[in-house]
């Protein structure tokens, strides 16, 4: 069974900078895209960045676009996002998401239990 | 970029059918057939139930089904069950960003 485990989460003051995890198993981590999707108390998912499986290819939403890295290792089935410039509004629960693109198929199948960011001032 | 369309809120009782309509634009669920579906539980992640506008991962009881018209996708749920009871939530591949999905607001459905 796919295995997705986020890490990296906590309380952190605006403006200053959180590092997130999320550590893959049970599947061949180099063949798949990865994204991160987030989810305020209470609210909607939002589609935050998405990353291609050779890091070819990089994808931000425009609410943490300049401010969020995505990156990934293959050697060690990771996937990491680099939060810079926190503001209140980006507290929220962040999804790790497998992302699967066939030659007639996408979706994100696969999602992790999430780590909450609470951003403070 | 702006959320897709659902209704906030459905309701239905044991055993009823409901629908849930997801509405996009033409960068989105217009012009991709790449619409999924979410279930959510409280204090629980997300799990796909419907992905490519129909199709249901290997599992997922054939009592929800897709559909797609135009700028439009609706999630149904024949047979309905308390269990059922949760967070739906739709999204499509949009064209507005690289790797880009768009969610919807999502809606909660209560079995009464």
């Known amino acids: 069974e796919v295995q997705l485990v986020e890490s990296g989460g906590g309380l952190v003051q605006t403006g200053r900078s959180l590092r997130l995890s999320c550590a893959a198993s049970?599947?061949?981590?180099?063949?798949?895209?990865m994204h991160w999707v987030r989810q305020a108390p209470g609210k909607g998912l939002e589609w935050v960045s998405g990353?291609?499986?050779?890091?070819?290819?990089?994808g931000y939403a425009d609410s943490v676009k300049g401010r969020f890295t995505i990156s990934r290792d293959n050697a060690k089935n990771s996937l990491f996002m680099q939060m810079n410039s926190l503001r209140a509004e980006d507290s929220a629960l962040y999804y790790c998401?497998?992302?699967?693109?066939?030659?007639?198929?996408?979706?994100?199948?696969?999602w992790g239990q999430g780590t909450l960011v609470t951003v403070s001032s | 970029q702006s959320a897709l369309t659902q209704p906030a809120s459905v309701s239905g009782s044991p055993g009823q059918s409901i629908t849930i309509s997801c509405t996009g634009t033409s960068s989105d669920i217009g012009h991709y057939n790449y619409v999924s579906w979410y279930q959510q539980h409280p204090g629980k992640a997300p799990t796909l139930i419907i992905y490519?506008?129909?199709s249901r991962p290997s599992g997922v009881s054939n009592r929800f089904s897709g559909s797609k018209s135009g700028n439009t996708a609706s999630l149904t749920l024949s047979g309905l069950q308390a269990e059922d009871e949760a967070d739906y939530y739709c999204?499509?591949?949009?064209?507005?960003?690289?790797?880009?999905?768009?969610f919807g607001g999502g809606t909660k459905l209560t079995v009464l």
């Open positions: 998401a497998r992302g699967f693109c066939g030659s007639m198929s996408c979706s994100l199948d696969y």
């Open positions: 999204t499509s591949y949009t064209t507005s960003n690289t790797l880009g999905w768009v």
């Open positions: 990353i291609t499986w050779n890091s070819g290819t990089i």
């Open positions: 490519d506008v129909s």
């Open positions: 049970e599947f061949s981590f180099n063949d798949y895209a």
